[in-house]
């Protein structure tokens, strides 16, 4: 199974159907992908849940942030995509960020471009 995937549809649901916070496995991968979402404002916040490997993500509310429209997942388990540097392209004119893995760590598409990195496109989020 996919976990980035299955974060990914867990946590549009929960923005979807309006809850302040879902709990979901946590590992490395998916504590810095929340990270990541966390400097955008697609998450307000994410900590290890006070029992079990478990972490705690807490949604914006409407007015607080952005709310998760869309997800769409890039680079599979049975298709990767890598981009160049000058190959990333802002996600939806800039309404959108996509996450990608570099060797530098999880990093959204602004930060990417701007540090000059390339890797593996994960998901685009609007």
Avoid: C
């Avoid at 955008?40 to 914006?60: D, F, Q």
């Avoid at 942030?65 to 990767?80: C, F, N, P, T």
């Avoid at 309404?95 to 000059?116: H, M, N």
Wanted: charge should be positive; glycine fraction near 8%; proline fraction near 5%.
């Amino acid at each position: 199974m996919d976990p980035i995937s299955d974060f990914l549809n867990t946590l549009k649901m929960a923005s979807r159907q309006g809850l302040p916070t879902f709990t979901f496995p946590s590992s490395r991968l998916i504590v810095a992908i929340a990270q990541a979402l966390e400097k955008k404002g697609y998450v307000e916040s994410s900590k290890k849940a006070k029992k079990g490997y478990h972490l705690e993500i807490t949604l914006p509310t409407e007015e607080m942030g952005r709310k998760v429209h869309a997800v769409k997942r890039i680079s599979r388990l049975s298709k990767r995509i890598y981009k160049k540097a000058h190959e990333i392209y802002p996600v939806r004119n800039g309404s959108g960020t996509a996450v990608l893995s570099t060797p530098k760590g999880i990093l959204i598409d602004s930060e990417a471009r701007a540090a000059k990195l390339g890797g593996e496109v994960l998901f685009e989020i609007w």
